[in-house]
T-cell receptor
Framework: DQQVKQNSPSLSVQEGRISILNCDYTNSMFDYFLWYKKYPAEGPTFLISISSIKDKNEDGRFTVFLNKSAKHLSLHIVPSQPGDSAVYFCAAGIDKLIFGTGTRLQVFP | KAGVTQTPRYLIKTRGQQVTLSCSPISGHRSVSWYQQTPGQGLQFLFEYFSETQRNKGNFPGRFSGRQFSNSRSEMNVSTLELGDSALYLC??????????????FGEGSRLTVL
């Protein structure tokens, strides 16, 4: 049973435009949510997080939105850059992190 | 400071063999978690160790085991290997337990191929 789902395996966006990556979860007890980015041949690296008491968190070009009633999380990247091309994993948890299956983002010129 | 170090980076085994993977966390980090990454399955949680004790375990068979030493280094072992165990095994460390610490710091992984 996949508690954290990323239904879009891939996304292609033009440089300078907005990238929106989505994530759904099933466990309403999750109280912390994170996004990780992974380049080939490297381990995932932390990008941004949000706790369940907030609905938005910004860090530079990256903003995470949390809709608890819909059990939905999204990551907005504005403006998108070619270096953002990577696999993005959302993760959620209480005492351990459950990861989604990832979305491969490609930013083209 | 040095990051999370995993060894070996690549290995090939045959069905029925066993394998041991090693992880050295960031200095000062006491929590070590292991994840299995396969195409289409994302990162599947294996287990977490803190202060030499297993604190959490994922839904994997008993063939998957691990341990943590007093210096926080961790090993995971997979016995009686199956073809489906072929995956990238990722180790992550954090200063303290729980996802609300913010970050897990991942190593580059050990890619296991079972023939």
């Amino acid at each position: 049973d996949q508690q954290v789902k990323q239904n879009s395996p891939s996304l292609s966006v033009q440089e300078g435009r907005i990238s929106i990556l989505n994530c759904d979860y099933t466990n309403s007890m999750f109280d912390y949510f994170l996004w990780y980015k992974k380049y080939p041949a490297e381990g995932p690296t932390f990008l941004i997080s949000i706790s369940s008491i907030k609905d938005k968190n910004e860090d530079g070009r990256f903003t995470v939105f949390l809709n608890k009633s819909a059990k939905h999380l999204s990551l907005h990247i504005v403006p998108s850059q070619p270096g953002d091309s990577a696999v993005y994993f959302c993760a959620a948890g209480i005492d351990k992190l459950i990861f989604g299956t990832g979305t491969r983002l490609q930013v083209f010129p | 400071k040095a990051g999370v170090t995993q060894t070996p980076r690549y290995l090939i085994k045959t069905r029925g063999q066993q394998v041991t993977l090693s992880c050295s966390p960031i200095s000062g980090h006491r929590s070590v978690s292991w994840y299995q990454q396969t195409p289409g399955q994302g990162l599947q949680f294996l287990f977490e160790y803190f202060s030499e004790t297993q604190r959490n375990k994922g839904n994997f068979p008993g063939r998957f085991s691990g341990r943590q030493f007093s210096n926080s280094r961790s090993e995971m072992n997979v016995s009686t290997l199956e073809l489906g165990d072929s995956a990238l095994y990722l180790c992550a460390s954090s200063l303290i337990r729980g996802p609300n610490t913010g970050e897990l710091f991942f190593g580059e992984g050990s890619r296991l191929t079972v023939l």
